[in-house]
C-alpha cells in the first residue's frame, strides 16, 4: 500500500521558520514530480513549489525567497523550508508526488493527508 505522509505544521509566530517534510513509502519504483500545495481557509487549494526528479524548482510568487523546496531521492522524501513567514501563509500544506508503482507503466498522483500551518503572534 502506498502512504504519503506529511509532518513538520505548526503554530509559529511572524517572520520565523518551519520546514515540513513529506515521506513517500510502498511499492514504488521511481518518484517524478514531487510539489506542495496549500489551502487556506474558504480558499481553493493553490500550488505552492515544484521539484522534479533532476532538481529544477519552480515556486509560485507569493512564496519566492521565503520558501525552499527539496527532495531527497533515496529516502522517498520531500522538504519545504520556510522562511519569513506571515499571517497569509496560514494554511493546511498538502505534499504532492507523482509515483511510478513496481509494476506499472504510468505514474499515479498521490496526495498526503495535509499538515496545518499557523502564523500568528
Known amino acids: 500500500q502506498v502512504q504519503v505522509v506529511e509532518s513538520g505544521g505548526g503554530l509559529v509566530q511572524p517572520g520565523g521558520s518551519l520546514r515540513l517534510s513529506c515521506a513517500a513509502s510502498g511499492s514504488i519504483s521511481t518518484i517524478s514530480a514531487m510539489r506542495w500545495y496549500r489551502q487556506a481557509p474558504g480558499k481553493e487549494r493553490e500550488w505552492v513549489a515544484t521539484?522534479?526528479?533532476?532538481?529544477?524548482?519552480d515556486y509560485v510568487d507569493t512564496v519566492k525567497g521565503r520558501f525552499t523546496i527539496s527532495r531527497d531521492n533515496a529516502k522517498n522524501a520531500l522538504y519545504l523550508q520556510m522562511n519569513s513567514l506571515k499571517p497569509e501563509d496560514t494554511a493546511v500544506y498538502y505534499c504532492n508526488a507523482l509515483l511510478l508503482l513496481s509494476g506499472m507503466s504510468v505514474t499515479t498522483s498521490y496526495w498526503g493527508q495535509g499538515t496545518q500551518v499557523t502564523v500568528s503572534s
Open positions: 521539484v522534479t526528479s533532476s532538481g529544477v524548482t
